[in-house]
């Protein structure tokens, strides 16, 4: 059981260009998040999807699209990436009670 | 809409004495309540969880913690602090709601341990 996956581990990006990070799960759960975390502002939600084929705006959405493509992944893109995208992601994934979290993607933008 | 506060953005103990971390939350009914730890470079790890029952919650790494309704509190409490506890503390809430739960998380306490 390998959980919650996640790439890349790390990634620079110019400022307009696009990317995507990738998440899987191979627990069966149905639900999956992505969130933000920055310094002094512990973790934000940016989107979530309860169930395969839904997903809803979470906290701070601006900026970000994403894709519920089958049950075990979800993926969050930057059409545009811009400084203030600069963070590290977390995708988690849940079942009832029990929630796990993915090891992150650090993003920096310049 | 709920929230989560945690008082102290650092906190610095040293090793073999006791820790206690303070989580305050707003939410309308009772609530989920976490603790996850990061250790740096890391992602974030469940120490425990509360959802009802008894108010007094053991996790991981002898950590446990108390839910007090009178008082908003979920502190999060170890009787001797070990130096591999040095890590980033975040407590979280969560609205019921089957597998659909949403956490929101405090901004964390960051843990030191002096030897």
């Known amino acids: 059981n390998a959980g919650v996956t996640q790439t890349p581990k790390f990634q620079v990006l110019k400022t307009g260009q696009s990317m995507t990070l990738q998440c899987a799960q191979d627990m069966n759960h149905n639900s999956m998040y992505w969130y933000r975390q920055d310094p002094g502002m512990g973790l934000r939600l940016i989107y979530y999807?309860?169930?395969?084929?839904?997903?809803d705006k979470g906290e701070v959405p601006n900026g970000y699209n994403v894709s519920r493509l089958n049950k075990r992944e979800f993926s969050l893109r930057l059409e545009s990436a811009a400084p203030s995208q600069t963070s590290v992601y977390f995708c988690?994934?849940?079942?009832?009670?029990?929630?796990?979290f993915g090891p992150g993607t650090r993003l920096t933008v310049t | 809409a709920q929230s989560v506060t945690q008082p102290d953005i650092h906190i610095t103990v040293s090793e073999g004495a006791s820790l206690e971390l303070r989580c305050n939350y707003s939410?309308?009914?009772?609530?989920?309540l976490f603790w996850y730890v990061q250790s740096p470079g890391q992602g974030l790890q469940l120490l425990l969880k509360?959802?009802?029952?008894?108010?007094l919650v053991q996790g991981i790494k002898g950590f446990e913690a108390e839910f007090k309704r009178s008082q908003s509190s979920f502190n999060l409490r170890k009787p001797s602090v070990h130096w591999s506890d040095a890590a980033e503390y975040f407590c979280?809430?969560?609205?019921?709601?089957?597998?659909?739960?949403?956490?929101?998380f405090g901004k964390g306490t960051l843990l030191t341990v002096n030897p």
């Open positions: 939410y309308g009914a009772t609530p989920y």
């Open positions: 988690a994934s849940s079942e009832a009670q029990n929630k796990r």
């Open positions: 979280a809430v969560g609205a019921r709601g089957g597998s659909n739960y949403k956490l929101t």
């Open positions: 999807s309860a169930s395969e084929g839904t997903t």
């Open positions: 509360y959802f009802s029952g008894d108010t």
